[in-house]
């Protein structure tokens, strides 16, 4: 007679209890087990794969076939999923970040990915960062195996899970992912918006960062401070555009920090820092002729104003 194997991949209780038939050990000490093994590895191992590796350690071959292995739609992902795989392109990469969390260091890099039914955030962390980011460029399409679901910021992103790989796919392919409308965006929503600038808000077009989590900075008494880290020793400049954007069911703020804006004007941030000091009123033409009129795809993020509690688009690249 033949069953049909349970989906242990998302279900670890299933999991542990196999292995500990399996195993003969009772279901209490495989539980402490793959707690143990959780804990080792800080967070970047699910249940599922740490009861992977204790049926490893302990000699038991689960054998489950990969071929019950299933891609799925960036659409189709929900928080909590684990060993999910995906084939996507890479729609725009972020340079990797250095942080420092609990006096440790780390580096972190973004990816963000789009097939037809959508675009999600791929994280890759540490060494995950060496490993696969050399290879990895815009328009590279990629098959990603054993990724988790997580949320972060009210979003769904993807990260790797322990045994996670990332494939480079000979596919050249432009696909088109689905594109949003201004008035179907809701608070938090990683979308495509193919919208016109209307407007080009005219301001400071940069302020004062913390180079660590981009904050603005305020300075008293010739010292920098950041809300979130404190002291700052050398604020960064971070450009900042404020746009009217419109399509044919309405119209909202876009704002455009550094990597958007240097997508949507190709031009490097020295650069545009340079001209923007030097030029006065002849570089806001210079940008108003640049934008004003023209149809874009921005990728981006819906995020509420604090100050006006109105819903903006934060654009981070061109699609
Ligand atoms: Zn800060």
Same mark, same amino acid.
């Not at 659409?75 to 999923?81: D, R, S, Y």
């Not at 815009?138 to 988790?148: C, D, F, P």
């Given at each position: 007679?033949?069953?049909?194997?349970?989906?242990?991949?998302?279900?670890?209780?299933?999991?542990?209890?196999?292995?500990?038939?399996?195993?003969?050990?009772?279901?209490?000490?495989?539980?402490?087990?793959?707690?143990?093994? @959780?804990? =080792?590895?800080?967070?970047?191992?699910?249940?599922?794969?740490?009861?992977?590796?204790?049926?490893?350690?302990?000699?038991?071959?689960?054998?489950?076939?990969?071929?019950?292995?299933?891609?799925?739609?960036?659409?189709?992902?929900?928080?909590?999923?684990?060993?999910?795989?995906?084939?996507?392109?890479?729609?725009?990469?972020?340079?990797?970040?250095?942080?420092?969390?609990?006096?440790?260091?780390?580096?972190?890099?973004?990816?963000?990915?789009?097939?037809?039914?959508?675009?999600?955030?791929?994280?890759?962390?540490?060494?995950?960062?060496?490993?696969?980011?050399?290879?990895?460029?815009?328009?590279?399409?990629?098959?990603?195996?054993?990724?988790?679901?997580?949320?972060?910021?009210?979003?769904?992103?993807?990260?790797?899970?322990?045994?996670?790989?990332?494939?480079?796919?000979?596919?050249? %392919?432009?696909?088109?992912?689905?594109?949003?409308?201004?008035?179907?965006?809701?608070?938090? @929503?990683?979308?495509?918006?193919?919208?016109?600038?209307?407007?080009? &808000? =005219?301001?400071?077009?940069?302020?004062?960062?913390?180079?660590?989590?981009?904050?603005?900075?305020?300075? @008293?008494?010739? =010292? &920098?401070?950041?809300?979130?880290?404190?002291?700052?020793?050398?604020?960064?400049?971070?450009?900042?555009?404020?746009?009217?954007?419109?399509? %044919?069911?309405?119209?909202?703020?876009?704002?455009?920090?550094?990597?958007?804006?240097?997508?949507?004007?190709?031009?490097?941030?020295?650069?545009?820092?340079?001209d923007f000091n030097a030029q006065g009123e002849a570089f806001w033409d210079t940008l108003k002729e640049q934008l004003i009129g023209k149809p874009f795809t921005l990728e981006g993020r819906t995020k509420k104003n604090a100050m006006s509690g109105e819903l903006e688009f934060q654009v981070k690249g061109l699609a």
């Amino acid at each position: 007679m033949e069953s049909s194997q349970p989906d242990y991949l998302n279900n670890p209780q299933q999991l542990l209890e196999l292995v500990s038939t399996r195993t003969k050990k009772p279901a209490q000490e495989i539980q402490e087990m793959v707690k143990e093994k @959780m804990a =080792k590895f800080s967070g970047m191992l699910s249940e599922s794969g740490a009861a992977f590796l204790v049926a490893k350690e302990l000699g038991i071959d689960l054998n489950l076939s990969t071929s019950l292995r299933q891609t799925r739609p960036l659409n189709a992902l929900k928080q909590g999923m684990q060993n999910v795989d995906v084939e996507a392109r890479i729609a725009s990469i972020f340079p990797p970040r250095e942080f420092e969390s609990n006096g440790r260091k780390g580096k972190l890099q973004n990816i963000t990915l789009h097939d037809a039914s959508g675009i999600t955030r791929l994280t890759l962390w540490n060494e995950q960062v060496d490993k696969y980011s050399p290879a990895l460029e815009k328009g590279t399409w990629v098959r990603i195996q054993n990724a988790l679901v997580k949320t972060f910021k009210e979003q769904i992103q993807l990260q790797l899970n322990y045994n996670g790989t990332i494939q480079k796919l000979e596919r050249a %392919d432009l696909i088109m992912p689905q594109t949003r409308k201004v008035n179907e965006l809701n608070e938090g @929503m990683h979308a495509l918006l193919k919208v016109e600038v209307t407007r080009v &808000h =005219k301001g400071k077009f940069y302020y004062s960062s913390c180079p660590q989590c981009k904050r603005k900075v305020e300075t @008293m008494n010739e =010292k &920098h401070f950041c809300n979130a880290c404190g002291q700052v020793q050398e604020p960064t400049p971070r450009l900042l555009l404020s746009l009217q954007l419109e399509d %044919d069911t309405g119209n909202m703020r876009g704002v455009v920090f550094d990597e958007g804006l240097e997508a949507l004007l190709a031009q490097k941030k020295e650069d545009l820092l340079k001209d923007f000091n030097a030029q006065g009123e002849a570089f806001w033409d210079t940008l108003k002729e640049q934008l004003i009129g023209k149809p874009f795809t921005l990728e981006g993020r819906t995020k509420k104003n604090a100050m006006s509690g109105e819903l903006e688009f934060q654009v981070k690249g061109l699609a």
